[in-house]
């Protein structure tokens, strides 16, 4: 064993990776805990604030959850809240905004009328706004430029306030860290600009080798976001699957053009997430729209290199082919891929994409908002090659040998807790050690 030995070692310091270094100080028995972060600080790429929606996911205005979905990202939505509330962050990076996710056309009232009626034991504090309910709490949504009202149909399902929907994960991900390493009796170490080249094992020891330190470890742990399946690939394990990355982009606003979180309708073909509106609390609340969804061959955004990480991670043969080519080959989807691609084009892509957001706000002028420079992350969409499938969520690689790989797309922020819970139980497994579950569901859960 090296000096740099722990019990578990947590590849990625973004918000899952945080997640489980909190948990595992604070309610296992686990000694000595390691997280290694690539770069120079916490939550550096998509739990960063301007590359995610800040949104906390509890599938009440995500109309693209099944209901069996959405009963299992309440309770780990509430945990965020409750972790939040616990360390009093509300007011501070956690916010209670008006949202709603809104139906327009006849066809899409209707079916946010049966949405509304299906959730609604779930969600008791739901309201469906109509056409004149919306024009007092949520303006811009009726009135043209010319202050006339829309024509169509329209109606929003959602609650005026009171709930807490909004957070800044990367701000979360560093109170997690601060408050695992205030645990007494325990190694909670963490080391920056360790980026992991290596991951090997070698009887029941994994050797976890950065540019310029070598880590042992009983257990490993990594959260690294697209790079998981990578890493993963490089021991042989996961090689069923491949990565297909799909960054997001973001316009924003000059001024405050919504009140709350205004969501779309999801179109049940597109497996990425359909156009919403928030107020941005890293821009004074100005607004910000979005994503687009454009593929891009590269695991992280904004950052050199990566390409020949992603063609590692994608793996192509015939069946990420044929995956492709099924999504091609729709024309709804196709017209999608290609219309966010010129989303990214200067001086046509603002006229493009205004004319998508005036589905929310009909009174939307081109000069009202602009492209958001550096706004946006890479979401690692995993393609199960076995079923030939573009997989929609989370993915985890767990070969049972003491090491588990984890890819976190949206709600992966919102179920940071949850999805933790899960990992420290397979630890503590593993490992002989004791999960103190009645703390945990005392302050997270209850």
């Not at 299906?118 to 309910?133: G, N, Q, R, S, T």
């Not at 919403?276 to 821009?283: F, R």
């Not at 000069?367 to 995993?382: C, L, M, S, T």
């Amino acid at each position: 064993m090296t000096k740099n030995h722990y019990d578990v070692l947590i590849v990625g310091g973004g918000i899952s990776g945080a997640a489980l270094f909190y948990e595992l100080a604070k309610y296992t028995d686990v000694k000595s805990i390691a997280l290694l972060e690539k770069y120079e600080c916490l939550s550096k790429l998509n739990s960063h604030g301007t590359s995610n929606s800040q949104t906390i996911h509890c599938g009440d205005i995500e109309t693209n959850y099944t209901l069996d979905k959405a009963r299992k990202v309440k309770e780990t939505a509430n945990m965020v809240v409750k972790y939040c509330l616990h360390h009093g962050h509300e007011g501070k990076f956690m916010f209670a905004h008006q949202k709603m996710a809104i139906g327009v056309g006849d066809r899409e009232v209707a079916y946010m009328h049966n949405r509304y009626e299906e959730v609604k034991e779930l969600y008791p504090y739901m309201e469906v706004f109509d056409k004149e309910k919306l024009a007092q709490i949520e303006p811009k949504l009726i009135f043209d430029v010319n202050g006339k009202e829309r024509p169509e149909n329209i109606i929003g399902v959602g609650v005026e306030g009171g709930h807490y929907s909004t957070v800044d994960f990367g701000a979360m991900s560093e109170s997690l860290v601060e408050n695992a390493q205030k645990t007494l009796d325990k190694t909670t170490d963490v080391f920056f600009n360790s980026q992991v080249i290596s991951i090997k094992k070698f009887g029941d020891i994994h050797v976890v080798m950065t540019k310029d330190r070598t880590f042992t470890a009983d257990f490993v742990v990594v959260n690294a976001g697209a790079h998981s399946l990578y890493l993963a690939h490089k021991m042989d394990y996961g090689m069923d699957y491949s990565c297909l990355p799909i960054a997001g982009s973001f316009y924003v606003s000059k001024k405050k053009i919504l009140n709350g979180k205004v969501y779309m309708v999801q179109n049940p073909k597109l497996p990425f997430a359909a156009l919403h509106g928030d107020p941005d609390i890293l821009l004074d609340g100005c607004t910000r729209f979005g994503p687009t969804a454009l593929v891009l061959p590269k695991l992280e955004r904004y950052v050199n290199g990566t390409y020949m990480d992603f063609l590692h991670a994608l793996r192509f043969d015939h069946n990420v082919a044929k995956v492709f080519f099924d999504l091609f080959k729709d024309s709804d989807i196709r017209n999608y891929i290609l219309k966010n691609l010129l989303f990214e084009v200067p001086f046509i892509n603002k006229k493009l994409f205004i004319q998508d957001a005036r589905k929310i706000v009909p009174s939307l002028q081109l000069e009202d908002i602009e492209y958001a420079k550096n706004f946006g992350g890479v979401r690692p969409q995993v393609i199960d090659k076995k079923s030939q499938k573009l997989m929609l969520g989370e993915a985890s690689i767990n070969p049972g040998t003491g090491i588990v790989f984890n890819m976190t797309p949206s709600p992966g922020a919102t179920s940071c807790l949850g999805n933790a819970r899960r990992d420290v139980r397979l630890v503590c497994e593993y490992l002989g050690k004791t999960f103190d579950e009645a703390l945990f569901a005392q302050e997270l859960i209850d």
